[in-house]
């Protein structure tokens, strides 16, 4: 072997992807909803509510709501008298929302007329038959809710039920969500 001058080489590290750090301690992996949380996260559409607190179980405001799609539609919400005060003027601005009653609960019919709305508001047809509680659908939800249900958006719970007046926690938004971008 034959030894001559070399330039000194320094090893290379490798390199890494930048990753989010995911700051929630209320979710874990084995949660159902980590994935959905992680995805709206790192999209940038939900935040938590606290500093390491995402509150999975919290009910979902019409503010959050707003937020949401104002983000996933390319605004930027910081500033303004409130924290949801530019969300708020886009979603009326848009239609998606009349605006009002920001601290408001949302239940799964509401938040799935917004989200429809914020979709064109496009004529579906489903089959609602096969879910418990159908007849709870409030008629300006109907066609909202099929679809939902014809897209994907909206899954049924283990006792077949959408439970459409039943208040929409953080994760099941968190899962909507996701499923509507995805689909």
Known sequence: AVWGNLPDVKPSEPETPDTPVFPFYDVTVRDWYYSAVKY???????DGVDVGVFAPNDT???AMVWTMLARLDGVDTEGGNSWYAKAQEWATATGVSDGENPTGEVTREQLITMLWRYAGSPT?????S????TADIS????????WAVATGVIEGDENSALT????TTRAQAAAMFM???EN
């Open 124 to 128: 579906y047809t489903a089959d609602l």
């Open 179 to 181: 499923r509507f971008i």
């Open 130 to 133: 096969g879910y418990v509680d």
């Open 40 to 46: 709206v996260y790192e999209k940038g559409l939900m």
């Open 139 to 146: 008629s300006w939800a109907e066609q909202a809710m099929c």
């Open 164 to 167: 459409p007046k039943a208040d």
């Open 60 to 62: 979902l405001t019409r």
